[in-house]
Each structure stands twice: as structure tokens, then as C-alpha cells.
């Protein structure tokens, strides 16, 4: 963990109760704002994997970017609504 981690953590147990829902509103929404982030850096068409339920990991290909979720249709036929953040770009192109 770096130093400026350790000191924010430090900071935290120091606040009361209001100041304490301050950070974890200002948490939220820079959370939001990285989801936001994630899934608009990926286009429809794109390749992308990501792990699955029980950790198996699904390659497949973008249908559809959502504002902080992705529509992603699997090499077997399923649909995921995967967070930006959990996908991996791939390199592989479809028909090719």
C-alpha cells in the first residue's frame, strides 16, 4: 500500500459520523464517474473477455455500450450486463 493510501485510511478513523458519509458520498460518486469512464472506452463490435460466475472466463463480443454497463454476447449465445471495469479488450476480431 502506498503512503498516500495509508494516510487517508489514517484520516478516516479520525472522522465523526457526518464527515464520514461525506467520504463515502464523494467515494460513490468517483466510483461513478470510473464506471462512466470504463464502459465508454469500449465500441460496439469490440472483442473483450471477462470472468464470469464461478470464475470462468467468457470471451465475446460488445452489442451494446450502456452508460456504465456493457451488453456483451458471449461465444456461446448468453448476454452479460458487465461492468466497463471488468471487461478486457481482446485482440481477436470476429470473421477473421
Known sequence: ?????????????TLNNEELNSVVDAFKLRRNQ???????????GDRVSFKGRHNVIEKGTIDKV????????????????????????IKDKVGA
Open 1 to 13: 500500500m502506498n503512503k498516500k493510501v495509508e494516510k487517508i485510511i489514517e484520516g478516516i478513523y
Open 66 to 89: 450502456k452508460i456504465k454497463y456493457i451488453l456483451v454476447r458471449t461465444d456461446s449465445g448468453n448476454r452479460w450486463n458487465v461492468p466497463g471495469s471488468h471487461l478486457t479488450p
Open 34 to 44: 470510473l464506471h462512466y469512464q470504463d464502459a465508454q472506452s469500449f465500441r460496439v
